[in-house]
């Protein structure tokens, strides 16, 4: 069964940096399209990235773009988010999904000063 285990929130200043991980298994990892996600309290989760099975093409929301990045590692099984010049309004959990189908059980991002 598909298992998606994400790390590296925290909380941060404005303007920092951080770096999330999706630890995955229980499926091909190299053939899925992965994307990042997230909810802020009250709102409704949005997409934040997504990457094509090889990392040859990206997607990214229109709030996050030039700031984050997403890339993967297939060698590995873990897909990663780059998220730099961070604000508060990136606040939020932020979910690891595989093929738009099969979610991670979240990781917090807090944009504090």
């Known amino acids: 069964q598909v298992q998606l285990v994400e790390s590296g929130g925290g909380l941060v200043q404005p303007g920092g940096s951080l770096r999330l991980s999706c630890a995955a298994s229980?499926?091909?990892?190299?053939?899925?399209?992965m994307s990042w996600y997230r909810q802020a309290p009250g709102k409704e989760r949005e997409l934040v990235a997504a990457?094509?099975?090889?990392?040859?093409?990206?997607k990214y929301g229109d709030s996050v773009k030039g700031r984050f990045t997403i890339s993967r590692d297939n060698a590995k099984n873990t897909l990663y988010l780059q998220m730099n010049t961070l604000e508060p309004e990136d606040t939020g959990v932020y979910y690891c999904?595989?093929?738009?189908?099969?979610w991670g059980q979240g990781t917090q991002v807090t944009v504090s000063s």
């Open positions: 999904c595989a093929n738009f189908n099969d």
């Open positions: 229980g499926f091909t990892f190299s053939t899925y399209i």
């Open positions: 990457i094509t099975s090889t990392g040859g093409s990206t």
